[in-house]
């Protein structure tokens, strides 16, 4: 099958840092080229694929010094991706509404996987306009906002990583320290995790970014809470350094306070065998088999139970969770399945 992959520009494919989004095409793009389908992505110039890359700006928007119009940039990206619609099979797209009106405009057979939040009230109005849009949702619970509009969803694919390539569980034991990471913003609650943690008397290690949006909240109620003897900052990590630090924690902490799409780093942690605590919010229950690979707490104090008894967790069952349930060769094979509808249905 001749299948297009259209990524975001903000980071390369694969991340060289954090990147959720980035990283999902990356994996799915190199399995379809695993299993013999002739792939062509379009990402930036700074990507790295097995599939055919072409790319309207050599650098991702988001490190690039130049901090170029990325509006621009991906009108760019998407009318050299749709001037070649006869060359795919299917055109699967990555960016949101931005690629919604193309599918219009083509023969081609279009799908879009959401990868954010949908109940913001301007994508609401997008999505009610173009209701015929064939969509992928991330989870079961990032379609609910939209339950009362008719739209076509051809299926819900949850994320899928290359468990065979994250390194074995590298503790026999519970670890010694607990860990939060992704993004620095309020929605995300570090504070909720710093709390946690002082309150368990345990180290929690924060492997974060902190965009600029996030900037005022961070500096406001976090890097005061720095200095606690507790709290270690670390910053953005790379692949190689977050599966060390995931696979020798006692748990990862997931606080979050707003319906989370997804929540990849879960699905990470779980591939190193290191249970979650965390918050049932958004897609989380589906990802979080309670008291099986991990544990669900609302409030502060039961956060802290958790985290206290998470060491009966088996960590083995943890990593088969991942390989049985978030494989990128599962992932692979429903989204098969969906370019495969979406063809018999072509005129």
Request: hydrophobic share 40%; aromatic share 8%; net charge negative.
């Amino acid at each position: 099958m001749r299948i297009a992959q259209v990524a975001p520009l903000y980071e390369s494919v694969p991340p060289r840092l954090y990147g959720g989004t980035e990283r999902v095409v990356s994996w799915l793009t190199d399995e379809l080229v695993r299993r013999g389908h002739d792939v062509t992505l379009f990402a930036s110039g700074d990507s790295h694929t097995q599939a055919r890359l072409v790319s309207p700006w050599p650098r991702a928007l988001r490190l690039d010094p130049a901090q170029p119009d990325s509006f621009a940039l991906h009108t760019l990206e998407l009318a050299q991706t749709f001037s070649r619609a006869d060359d795919f099979d299917v055109v699967h797209c990555h960016v949101d509404y931005l690629a919604f009106p193309y599918g219009r405009l083509v023969s081609t057979p279009v799908v879009h996987t959401l990868h954010g939040r949908l109940d913001l009230r301007p994508l609401i109005h997008v999505l009610t306009e173009l209701r015929e849009v064939p969509l992928v949702s991330i989870s079961d619970s990032q379609r609910e906002p939209l339950d009362g509009l008719d739209l076509n969803w051809v299926a819900t694919v949850h994320h899928g990583l290359p468990v065979r390539d994250v390194p074995a569980v590298t503790t026999s034991g519970p670890g010694r320290y607990l860990v939060f990471l992704g993004r620095m913003s309020a929605e995300k609650r570090p504070d909720l995790a710093i709390t946690v943690a002082k309150r368990a008397g345990l180290p929690l290690i924060m492997a974060a970014k902190v965009d600029r949006p996030d900037r005022e909240y961070f500096e406001r109620e976090i890097r005061p809470q720095l200095g606690h003897p507790l709290i270690e900052y670390i910053g953005e990590v790379t692949d190689a350094e977050k599966w060390h630090l995931l696979g020798d924690a006692l748990a990862l902490l997931f606080p979050i306070d707003w319906p989370e799409p997804f929540g990849l780093a879960m699905i990470e942690a779980l591939a190193c065998g290191t249970p979650v605590v965390a918050r049932p919010c958004g897609a989380v229950p589906e990802i979080v088999r309670d008291g099986e690979v991990g544990f669900l707490a609302d409030t502060v104090d039961e956060l802290v139970a958790a985290v206290k008894r998470v060491d009966v967790i088996d960590r083995a069952r943890c990593r088969q969770w991942a390989e049985e349930q978030f494989s990128v060769g599962v992932m692979a094979d429903r989204y098969e399945s969906v370019y495969r509808r979406l063809q018999q249905r072509a005129p």
